[in-house]
């Protein structure tokens, strides 16, 4: 396994995203990094609202330089579920999660925002904001029976980090809307003590 810089191999994807039309942001630990306290990630985690129609372009960009599975792409786009590419010369592996075209997903992918990853070349990439991967992360800490302990370090770690930067009002709707309100008065208290 070569060791490449993996902002270079995520630019590949990003670029043929935007050059595709497709709506995408990061997500996962890759984001959290940026908003909280940065622990090292072995995937990148790629939201996207990529369509059938643009399954076969965006293979053809790929395929010389990740092992990319049409079907699996496909099949993920039917069950809004997730695929990965993994990039040939180090290993290195994107997770592609599906929008699930939920109300909440869509306010997601209206929200994100534009952040710098590289100055020299220009390397810009949408990122979920820091409330909306607050929110997610407390879903897969919910998911995983709550033993999903990086989950929660890493909102621990956003909401000290941004403390006074963060929407409370958007976080207090959506928790409660996404049925984690609960979880998230313990993640605020826990970031006070």
């Given amino acids: 396994m070569i060791l490449l810089d993996p902002i270079d191999i995520i630019s590949t994807v990003i670029n043929v995203l935007e050059r595709l039309h497709i709506a995408y942001y990061i997500g996962g630990s890759f984001a959290s990094s940026l908003y909280g306290i940065p622990r090292t990630s072995q ?4 939201i996207t609202d990529i369509k059938e129609i643009d ?11 990740f092992y990319i599975d049409e079907s699996m792409i496909r099949n993920a786009i039917a069950r809004k579920t997730s695929f990965n590419i993994i ?28 952040h710098t990853l590289r100055k020299e070349p220009l390397l810009e990439a949408y990122f979920a904001r820091s409330e909306d991967i607050i929110l997610e992360k407390l ?7 709550k033993t999903l302990e990086t989950q929660w370090k890493d909102v621990l770690g956003i909401i000290k980090v941004q403390s006074g930067a963060l929407d409370i009002d958007y976080l207090k709707h959506w928790s409660d809307v996404l049925g ?8 605020i208290q826990a970031t006070k003590s």
């Fill in 43 to 46: 995937d990148i985690d790629i």
């Fill in 139 to 145: 879903l897969w800490f919910t998911l995983s029976n």
């Fill in 87 to 114: 990039h040939f010369t180090s290993s290195y592996k994107i997770d592609v999660f599906i929008s699930k075209g939920t109300v909440y997903a869509k306010e997601e992918m209206f929200r994100r925002i534009l």
């Fill in 180 to 187: 984690i309100s609960n979880l998230l008065e313990m993640a």
């Fill in 55 to 65: 399954v076969r372009s965006f293979v053809q960009n790929l395929e010389g330089e």
